[in-house]
């Protein structure tokens, strides 16, 4: 919470912040429901792309893959929900 209730960072901001972190400590169930809230908040897909690529960066190959289909999964939803 202090994260998200911090007032000088916009929302979404504070989403692709907190979702970098859990993608880096490897929480991919508390990281599924940061990126649907990053989307929620109108983070635009290339910059949640870009946060997680960034923080990918610090993990190996199998961590980095975990981090990739938990994103997959939050924006095919996401996407699907939008067509609906």
Known sequence: GKVLGRPDLPLDTRE???SALLAVLGTHTQLHSHLRGALNVGAPVACIRETLDIAG???????RALVD???DRVRTRFEESACS
């Open 16 to 18: 692709l912040c907190i």
């Open 69 to 71: 289909a938990t994103w």
């Open 57 to 63: 960066e610090l993990l190996g190959e199998e961590a």
